[in-house]
């Protein structure tokens, strides 16, 4: 962080590590902050701590000034994959509450300043504040606490516009009824219609037009998800992208392409006949469950998003015994690369540790 330089117009104080140490002292000036449930207290200041830690890997000079393009979402991702790793927080509810509320302000904490920006303010408030009900910790008071202390650990000029559009933010939750908690939808289609973008009111209960449920699992390798399948619905037809591996004889390592065409086929061959299936890949990425999630709804099928998370150990000790044993250099990037599915993915979404 140290050397880790910053646009003077919006950083007067230079590096990174003279601004985290500022707004780490303007946290703790806060008088709410020690108000706070010692948990949640914990997760704000590590967050305040780790906020910018994605502007070591993405700092660089553009046309004669620094900038640091999706450093939040890109420093999400490095403390998910440091407390997993290296502080072993996963495997159970409380750890990973701990660590996803950690990672969804560091993922968040510049949205307050330009909420009101957007086009669809209100559509994202909900949305953010539907984080709360995967990690019940996190909720935009946290957030906007957080993005006040990173506005004033600053020297600028633009200090008290930053503080005006971030009390904006918390008032547009409120008036959204979602400060402290998410937003409570008159049912899973209606919060999957309203957050997918469809114009429906978030209190208006849509009916269920779906034919069936289509089970679509996420979660690093040696999981546990076809012991999972296995146990809880061993009636269901799979589409296993690990069994589609060992049919063409390609490894986890090589190219994807083939495997991921075969199981999109497989996958329509069950949705022509209405038929609920269960998707069985590691999908660890937003972009990639949508690309499935898409598919599923465009035939008619209600989603099922269900994430599975187990301690390193364990991890570890299934990947050994699995068929196709995964190197785990090539599973630590994985989890580098790594979000857990937020509520507004699917019509339900599940987060399970076994």
């Not at 330089?5 to 985290?20: A, K, L, M, R, S």
């Not at 070591?56 to 403390?79: C, F, M, N, Q, Y």
């Not at 994430?307 to 990037?333: D, H, K, Q, W």
């Amino acid at each position: 962080m140290k050397d880790t330089h910053q646009n003077p117009v919006f950083h007067g104080e230079d590096d990174v590590y003279t601004h985290t140490q500022m707004v780490c002292r303007r946290l703790t000036e806060t008088p709410a902050f020690y108000k706070l449930p010692d948990m949640q207290r914990t997760e704000l200041f590590l967050a305040a701590v780790l906020h910018d830690i994605g502007k070591v890997k993405t700092t660089r000079l553009e046309d004669g000034s620094w900038v640091s393009p999706h450093h939040a979402s890109a420093g999400s991702r490095i403390v998910r994959k440091y407390l997993w790793e290296t502080a072993g927080f996963c495997g159970t509810l409380e750890m990973f509450i701990f660590r996803e509320t950690v990672c969804a302000l560091i993922h968040h904490h510049m949205l307050p300043v330009y909420l009101m920006d957007r086009e669809d303010s209100q559509k994202k408030t909900r949305e953010v504040a539907a984080i709360g009900e995967m990690a019940p910790d996190f909720s935009w008071k946290l957030l906007c606490m957080l993005t006040e202390a990173d506005v004033k650990g600053r020297i600028a000029g633009d200090i008290p516009e930053g503080l005006a559009k971030t009390a904006m933010a918390e008032m547009m939750a409120e008036e959204a009824g979602c400060l402290y908690e998410p937003y409570p939808f008159a049912g899973e289609f209606t919060k999957r219609a309203y957050l997918s973008g469809r114009n429906v009111q978030p209190d208006q209960v849509l009916y269920d037009d779906s034919w069936g449920e289509v089970i679509m699992l996420s979660g690093l390798p040696g999981t546990g998800k076809d012991t999972w399948i296995h146990r809880n619905y061993p009636q269901l037809p799979a589409v296993s992208l690990d069994h589609i591996r060992n049919e063409l004889k390609i490894k986890p390592t090589d190219n994807q392409g083939k495997v991921i065409q075969a199981a999109q086929e497989r996958a329509r061959e069950y949705l022509r006949k209405k038929q609920p299936f269960i998707w069985n890949a590691t999908d660890l990425t937003k972009d990639t469950r949508q690309t499935q999630i898409s598919l599923f709804e465009r035939y008619g099928a209600r989603v099922r998003l269900v994430y599975l998370e187990t301690g390193r150990e364990t991890r570890a000790e299934r990947n050994i015994g699995r068929t196709a044993e995964v190197p785990e250099e090539a599973v630590s990037r994985m989890l580098g690369k790594l979000v857990p599915p937020t509520p507004d993915e699917a019509h339900t979404v599940e987060w399970l540790f076994i």
